[in-house]
């Protein structure tokens, strides 16, 4: 979930005597004296072929893995020779016609793949919620949010119109953590209408002081798009929420 957050204003402190000013002086010619021999150390490295190298091919891999590409979909020395070709300005062994035609195969492979692993993301995310509403404790409203009360709190509810400040961690159903107030050691601050709908829904309900799991359906999450780089399309959600304080 997408939170901003406000940055705590830093205070201003005078410092006055000389008995402070004069380390502080000292440390900043030593770290400008620091910045320079480093300076002219990164000025005399060479290159090195062989990181370069590397640093090009796991760029080229990463970026091929997240656009789904598999090591198994083509032919490493094929791929060589024309990345060779390609950085010499020759020309391709291949008429326009067949690179196109190619171009044309891998982006409907692509597309299938993906199709696949979404419509996996969404049975999964089906079943979870399906098992999870039997569980120990666990209510589902209306809307199909389901949650777990961990702790109650005893203060008052906040509306959509409220600014909250919330503890919160993010995970998938495979429990990887994809976001977490804690792990930032910084509650997060929100007005409650501008979250997603699901969080919208559960904070409404939670009272000040009360810790609560939120397990999201995507349609009240971040739906078929998902969040680019977390989370994936129709992936149900799930959070551990404390509310601190309405704002």
């Known amino acids: 979930m997408r939170i901003r957050t406000l940055p705590f204003m830093a205070k201003t402190v005078l410092l006055t005597a000389s008995i402070t000013l004069a380390p502080m002086m000292t440390s900043n010619v ?19 072929p062989k990181s370069i190298g590397y640093f090009l091919g796991i760029s080229m891999g990463q970026q091929m ?39 044309a195969a891998l982006t409907e492979l692509l597309q299938a793949r ?13 079943a979870f919620l399906a098992a999870n509403k039997d569980k120990d404790g666990v209510k589902t409203l209306e809307s199909g949010l389901q ?26 159903i495979n429990g990887k953590t994809f976001d977490s107030s804690i792990q930032r050691g910084q509650p997060a601050t929100f007005r409650v209408g501008q979250v997603i ?21 995507s349609d009240l999450a971040y ?13 149900v959600l799930v959070f551990e929420v404390e509310l601190l304080e309405i704002m």
Request: aromatic share 6%; glycine share 10%.
């Open 30 to 48: 030593m770290s400008q004296d620091a910045a320079a021999k480093e300076k002219t150390a990164k000025s005399d490295a060479k290159p090195n």
């Open 65 to 103: 893995a997240q656009s789904g590409i598999a090591l198994e979909d083509f032919d490493q020395k094929s791929m060589m020779r024309g990345f060779v070709d390609g950085m010499n300005k020759k020309d391709s062994v291949l008429t326009d016609d067949q690179l196109k035609s190619t171009q």
């Open 114 to 126: 993906r199709e696949a692993m979404v419509e996996d993301m969404k049975a999964e995310g089906v």
């Open 147 to 172: 949650y777990k009360v961990i702790e109650a709190g005893e203060g008052e509810s906040p509306a959509a119109t409220d600014t909250v400040k919330v503890h919160y961690t993010g995970k998938l």
């Open 197 to 217: 709908p699901g969080w919208q829904e559960g904070i409404q309900k939670m009272k000040v002081g009360s810790k609560w799991m939120l397990y999201i359906p």
């Open 223 to 235: 739906g078929a798009n998902g969040s680019p780089g977390a989370i994936g399309p129709h992936q």
